[in-house]
T-cell receptor
């Protein structure tokens, strides 16, 4: 089955700096890669996603890149703000349509 | 509705008691997924439904866990004879296309 690894597990950045979170996956047939933001005591919120036929997608301060050859994808947050502080999860959707989640990155944005 | 609704928010059970959790998917979404989140991080897939039919149950501990999605009713996840290790937050998600999954706020189950 699919195996998703996520790094780093914790990340602290100064407000205004960029944050990058990276994930790798093992199943080359996986074709959908969402990113979720989970705030304390809440459910994960889909913030951006990318499909395997696209290399990059951007939505305001958030962007995701996908390298299918290397089987890795990354989340980029620019001009970070304190409200970006949360746990971020990547996931990969395998052909059997099951989601496999990374182990999460706890992002702290220091004002 | 426009959001996935989960009830109750918190559930406390003594070891060996039954626990039942409910999920109302977003209106128009035909896929429902259940996940277990332990220790705030790892998401473990339990089961998914396409309408009222089980789509994938490879993650379900079959001995004590069961789930249903019946027409015109919230979906449910039931744990018979709860154990301490069942303590977790249980999330439900729904999807229209089996790609974008939208999560509910979760039910925190504490087994004492």
């Amino acid at each position: 089955g699919e195996n998703v690894e996520q790094h780093p597990s914790t990340l602290s950045v100064q407000e205004g700096d960029s944050a990058v979170i990276k994930c790798t996956y093992s199943d080359s047939a996986s074709n959908y890669f969402p990113w979720y933001k989970q705030e304390l005591g809440k459910g994960p919120q889909l913030i951006i996603d990318i499909r395997s036929n696209v290399g990059e997608k951007k939505d305001q301060r958030i962007a995701v890149t996908l390298n299918k050859t290397a089987k890795h994808f990354s989340l980029h947050i620019t001009e970070t703000q304190p409200e970006d502080s949360a746990v971020y999860f990547c996931a990969a959707n395998d052909p059997g349509n099951q989601f496999y989640f990374g182990t999460g990155t706890s992002l702290t944005v220091i004002p | 509705g426009e959001e996935v609704a989960q009830t109750p928010k918190h559930l406390v059970r003594g070891e060996g008691q039954k626990a039942k959790l409910y999920c109302a998917p977003i209106k128009g979404h035909s896929y429902v997924f259940w996940y277990q989140q332990v220790l705030k991080n790892e998401f473990k897939f339990l089961i998914s439904f396409q309408n009222e039919n089980v789509f994938d149950e490879t993650g379900m501990p079959k001995e004590r866990f069961s789930a249903k999605c019946l027409p015109n009713s919230p979906c449910s996840l039931e744990i018979q004879a709860t154990k301490l290790e069942d303590s977790a937050v249980y999330f439900c998600a729904s999807s229209q296309s089996h790609n974008e999954q939208f999560f509910g706020p979760g039910t925190r189950l504490t087994v004492l």
